[in-house]
Every structure is written in structure tokens, then in C-alpha cells.
């Protein structure tokens, strides 16, 4: 049987276009492909052209060196006072290592999911339940901890946990919601004793500071009463003064004393006089010439005015 020369130059060209496309390897960006040489570790391919031995080098593992978040399944977790809880949460890891990513582990993506799923359980073991929903932080951080140490075997690098949900039994929440429903309460009560205080206190301040006004006001009035009256007495005082001074300087003069007897004579006559309009009895001088002289001293001093 022939072959066509024609046909040869297919089988040539179509061979040779299986040797270029087994040969050249492009590697994308962000991703890297491990290479074994008859069956045996050979290279790690980066990003870009690369060049292997058809037939003799194959392409085993390709990895993608991007971050990738992992959902870890849900679980139920046992708290320190015996609370079932129900915990998920998400995983975030980046391959760093393309040669022990492919041989460290069968399946590093399942053994990092199942070594965080027993890290959480561990640590949630060791917590109250009040105290998984305030340490979420220290929760996830531990969880990162614990799984970064292994997960370096596996080439891969563990770079958070975040938990995306803490569900408590049903009977569980209504018993927080009671609780925090009388906390509540509580804080209000207090609140408002508070108010109640407060008031008194002010209150209290603003009667004491109204009293202390008010003394302050009459310790005043008294003083300036005190000064009025001061001065008073010692204006009349002053006035009396002056007018026994004028009174003794005119008896000096020619006539006064005459003048002054005649003044006394009349304030004696007219004492009398009073006395006898306000009593029912008779009041007579003892010595009736005493009031006679008196009188006659007056009419003296009359006629010699006259």
C-alpha cells in the first residue's frame, strides 16, 4: 500500500503541532504549575512563557497563588457550661508553596477546613457562652494561629477566620432576651433613682442657697438700721447740743435769764394744767409760793419788755 507524500507531510506537521503545544507553557499571572520529569519532581512553572520536554516533562499540579476564602461547614460546639452552640464561619488561605501544596497533603483544602472546624471546637471548649459572643477576636485569631502552624507543611498560608454566625439553642436566646430585657429594666430604675436624687440634692442647694441670701439680705437691713438709727440719735444729739449752746449763750445775754424763768414758768403752769384736764382728782403744788413767785417773775419780765 502507498503513502502518499502529501499525506506524510500531514502526519509531520500535525506531530510537530503536538511537540510546539507540548512543549510551550503559559503560565497566568498569580498562578503556578508544578512540573514532574518521568513521574519525579521536576520544576515549578511561574507566570509567563515556559519551555518543558514533551512527553518526558508533564504538568501535575496547577495552583492559583490568589487569596481564596474557604466556607467552613457549620458545626455544633460545646461550651465551657455545657451550651450547644452553632458555629460557621469563613477561612481565608493563599498557596505559597506550589511544590508542598501538591505533596504535603492529599488534600490541603480539606485539611485545612477539618483543622479549623477541631481548632474552634477547642477553643469554644474552653470559653463561657457569654464570653464566645464579647471574644470573637481571640476567637478567630486562635483558630488562625493554630491552622497557620500546620498549614505550613502544606505551603499554604493561613490568613484569617472570621466567624460569620454564633446561633445558641432556641430556649437559649429566650433566656438572653429575658435577660437583657431585665438588665434593661434594671439600668432604667437606677436611672431614674438617679434623677430622683439629683433633684433633691438640687433642691436641696437651691433651699440652703436662698436661705443664705435671705440672712445675708436681714444681716444687711439691720446693719444699715442700725447705721440710720446711729445716725439719727446722733443728729438729735448734735441738734441738742447746739440748742442748749444757743439756749446758754441767750442767757448770757441782758434779760435772758429773766426770759428763761418766764419759759419755765409757763411749762410749769401749763403741766399743771394737763394734769388736772386727764385726772378726776385736784392736784395742788406743796408749796404754793413757789408758783406765786413763778407767776410774778412771768408778769416782771412782761412789764419790763413793756
Not at 492559583?64 to 452552640?85: A, F, G, W, Y
Not at 506550589?98 to 474552634?120: D, F, H, P, V
Request: hydrophobic letters at 45%; a neutral charge; glycine letters at 6%.
Amino acid at each position: 500500500m502507498e503513502i502518499s507524500f502529501g499525506t506524510v507531510t500531514l502526519v509531520i506537521f500535525i506531530v510537530a503541532l503536538v511537540f510546539v503545544f507540548k512543549t510551550i507553557n503559559v503560565v497566568p499571572q498569580q498562578h503556578a504549575w508544578v512540573v514532574e520529569r518521568l513521574g519525579k519532581y521536576h520544576a515549578t512553572l511561574g507566570p509567563g512563557l515556559n519551555i518543558v520536554v514533551p512527553f518526558i516533562d508533564r504538568i501535575a499540579y496547577k495552583h492559583v497563588l490568589k487569596e481564596i476564602p474557604l466556607d467552613v461547614p457549620s458545626q455544633v460546639c460545646i461550651t465551657k457550661d455545657n451550651t450547644q452552640l452553632q458555629v460557621d464561619g469563613i477561612l481565608y488561605f493563599q498557596v505559597t508553596d506550589a511544590m508542598r501544596a501538591s505533596y504535603g497533603s492529599s488534600n490541603y483544602i480539606a485539611a485545612i477546613t477539618q483543622l479549623a472546624q477541631t481548632t474552634l471546637r477547642s477553643v469554644i471548649g474552653r470559653m463561657e457562652l457569654d464570653k464566645t459572643f464579647e471574644e470573637r477576636d481571640h476567637i478567630n485569631s486562635t483558630v488562625v494561629n493554630a491552622i497557620d502552624e500546620s498549614a505550613a507543611n502544606w505551603g499554604v498560608k493561613v490568613l484569617r477566620y472570621e466567624i460569620k454566625d454564633l446561633t445558641p439553642p432556641q430556649e437559649i436566646l429566650h433566656a438572653m432576651q429575658a435577660q437583657i430585657t431585665a438588665e434593661r429594666g434594671k439600668r432604667a430604675l437606677i436611672a431614674a433613682s438617679e434623677g430622683r436624687k439629683q433633684e433633691q440634692i438640687n433642691i436641696a442647694t437651691g433651699e440652703r442657697e436662698a436661705a443664705i441670701a435671705r440672712s445675708e439680705g436681714d444681716k444687711q437691713a439691720a446693719i444699715n438700721r442700725a447705721q440710720g438709727e446711729a445716725a439719727a440719735i446722733l443728729a438729735i444729739a448734735e441738734a441738742t447740743a447746739g440748742a442748749l449752746t444757743q439756749v446758754g449763750k441767750s442767757i448770757q445775754q441782758p434779760g435772758g435769764e429773766a426770759a428763761m424763768n418766764l419759759k419755765v414758768a409757763e411749762q410749769y403752769v401749763g403741766a399743771f394744767g394737763n394734769l388736772a384736764k386727764t385726772n378726776n382728782s385736784l392736784i395742788v403744788p406743796a408749796n404754793v409760793g413757789d408758783m406765786s413767785s413763778l407767776i410774778a417773775t412771768a408778769l416782771q419780765v412782761v412789764k419790763t419788755q413793756k
